[in-house]
């Protein structure tokens, strides 16, 4: 994955496309003693896997506060394994650029089941020795396989282009992208036109795994990113906000991606990123050519392949447990800011969200 970092940069270069990729690194910021005390567990764990300073180091207070200008900052992690990219620029240009390899891609074709050696659309039927799933948050809607990945929505929101000064104060001189050590997931990256773009989790999931053009949109959770935003930078107060969107993630049971296939029926497959995709597609992409041509290389050794996760629970329960599991986040979070130890809840939830 770290490697994969550098493929994505390789490629967008060589093939002309302008996806404005600026490889600055992610910051994971601890702005409490709980959260610090997890930034040093992780990078306590890189350690037990020879992962040395040079792939993820601890910041004190002062060096992440030179990289990121937050709120409350105790200290961070930083890894230079990260690549800020815009993924609508990189999707459209490896679009032109297998078009110009004589390739033919067909949109506004949706899928209605994927069989062995067949594909059932809408518009009729394609045959084809192999095909591939890569369906992510939009897999349940295929026949047969409603539990197999679910929809958990992600949303974002940003600024206007900020000026010079602004961010001088918040920093981010080299496009890392950010997080925090919080519970329920936030992140944010400066963008190539120097807006603020920022997202996290929280917005529901929907009963029977609906993926509705709606529920790309969620007010609740767009006020909820503006007021985090603004505790982590008072800076941004009266600034506009010009865009507010979402989407689903594709998650599966046990959170784990896999890429594989199937040699009886020529399915391959290939997801589960839990939103995690814009680097791991690349990956994934490499490892099923080479699945698919049959080759043994250390892409198709890699411990994902042909990784089958469980299936989720039926509905109701699918409903109640996810949701469940989201809304805990919330409340471990404010659990913390208040006893200042670990949150119980937590620990509770941790295994069933992939922790």
């Known amino acids: 994955m770290c490697d994969t970092v550098d493929e994505v940069g390789r490629v967008v270069a060589a093939e002309g496309i302008d996806a404005d990729y600026a490889k600055g690194g992610t910051i994971v910021l601890a702005r409490t003693q709980t959260e610090l005390a997890r930034a040093r567990a992780e990078v306590a764990g890189a350690r037990a896997w020879d992962r040395g300073e040079d792939d993820l180091r601890l910041l004190d207070a002062a060096e992440a506060s030179s990289v990121l200008g937050a709120t409350q900052v105790l200290g961070a992690t930083y890894t230079p394994h990260c690549a800020?990219?815009?993924?609508?620029?990189?999707?459209?240009?490896?679009?032109?650029?297998?078009?110009?390899?004589?390739?033919?891609?067909?949109?506004?074709?949706?899928?209605?089941?994927?069989?062995?050696?067949?594909?059932r659309?809408?518009?009729?039927?394609?045959?084809?020795?192999h095909v591939v799933r890569a369906t992510e948050?939009?897999?349940?809607?295929?026949?047969?396989?409603?539990?197999?990945?679910?929809?958990?929505?992600?949303?974002?929101?940003?600024?206007?282009?900020?000026?010079?000064?602004?961010?001088?104060?918040?920093?981010?001189?080299?496009?890392?992208?950010?997080?925090?050590?919080?519970?329920?997931?936030?992140?944010?990256?400066r963008t190539a036109d120097d807006r603020l773009a920022f997202g996290g989790r929280g917005a529901p999931y929907h009963f029977g795994s609906d993926t509705g053009v709606a529920n790309d949109r969620n007010e609740r959770v767009f006020a909820s990113l503006h007021r985090t935003l603004l505790e982590l930078f008072p800076v941004l107060r009266g600034t506009r906000f010009t865009h507010a969107w979402g989407g689903a993630l594709g998650v599966p049971r046990d959170w784990c991606a896999s890429a594989g296939i199937d040699r009886s029926t020529g399915i391959a497959w290939a997801g589960g990123y839990v939103g995690d995709g814009v680097g791991t597609t690349n990956l994934s992409g490499r490892t099923l050519r080479d699945l698919i041509l049959g080759r043994d290389t250390e892409l198709t050794r890699l411990p994902w392949v042909n990784h089958r996760s469980p299936r989720w629970e039926p509905e109701p329960l699918r409903w109640l447990g996810i949701n469940a599991g989201l809304r805990a986040m919330t409340v471990a979070d404010a659990e913390e800011k208040v006893t200042r130890h670990e949150s119980a809840i937590a620990k509770v939830m941790a295994p069933f969200l992939g922790h």
């Open 137 to 189: 948050g939009y897999t349940a809607s295929l026949a047969g396989m409603g539990r197999d990945v679910v929809p958990i929505y992600s949303l974002m929101v940003a600024t206007g282009p900020l000026p010079a000064e602004v961010w001088d104060q918040i920093g981010l001189g080299r496009r890392e992208t950010f997080s925090d050590f919080r519970h329920l997931l936030v992140y944010g990256q």
């Open 84 to 119: 800020a990219i815009h993924p609508a620029k990189t999707v459209r240009g490896l679009a032109e650029a297998v078009a110009r390899r004589g390739v033919t891609i067909y949109e506004q074709t949706p899928v209605i089941a994927i069989e062995p050696g067949r594909v």
């Open 121 to 129: 659309t809408e518009h009729g039927t394609v045959s084809a020795t």
